[in-house]
């Protein structure tokens, strides 16, 4: 029996190769790891090219990633928020992410080659828009919406 360790798992659901999906995540999160993949045939699954599933761990949460067919396709409506430490860090995800057909937002919002939405962000950006001070919220604020990619350094 499959141990289960968080409350909540985001289900992945992309039109085929499970395998190949997953190990795109693996390639930008580097301390991840895949910890299953099966594939399941048409009579196994109900579906008529069968079914392959995966499950990976990235940054210490779970996904599942089921692969059965172009039924559905990702949207802005749900994001992943990466909470990066430096601008060096914002800088590596945001190039890998968008890198091999992904696409670039604006507000630290951008979507990977799947399709699949990710906001990549500093958490010093928090302090800036939190900030007690009324002008370094408004200019953290009014200098996000002139970006795509966040940087620190026009934020201040």
Request: hydrophobic share 40%; net charge negative.
């Amino acid at each position: 029996m499959t141990h289960i360790n968080q409350k909540i798992t985001p289900y992945l659901w992309v039109e085929k190769d499970a395998k190949a999906v997953a190990d795109y995540y693996l390639s930008i999160f580097k301390d991840g790891k895949l910890k299953d993949f099966r594939k399941f045939d048409s009579e196994d699954s109900g579906n008529e090219a069968g079914i392959e599933t995966a499950v990976i761990e990235i940054a210490g949460m779970e996904f599942s990633i089921l692969a059965a067919g172009p039924l559905f396709k990702f949207n802005e409506a749900v994001s992943f928020v990466i909470n990066t430490k430096d601008q060096a860090e914002t800088d590596y995800y945001w190039d890998a992410l968008t890198a091999n057909g992904g696409e670039e937002g604006s507000c630290g919002w951008l979507k990977d080659k799947y399709g699949l939405s990710w906001q990549v962000v500093p958490t010093e950006y928090f302090e800036l828009i939190h900030s007690d001070d009324p002008k370094v919220r408004e200019k953290a604020m009014k200098n996000t919406l002139k970006q795509k990619k966040l940087i620190l350094s026009e934020l201040k």
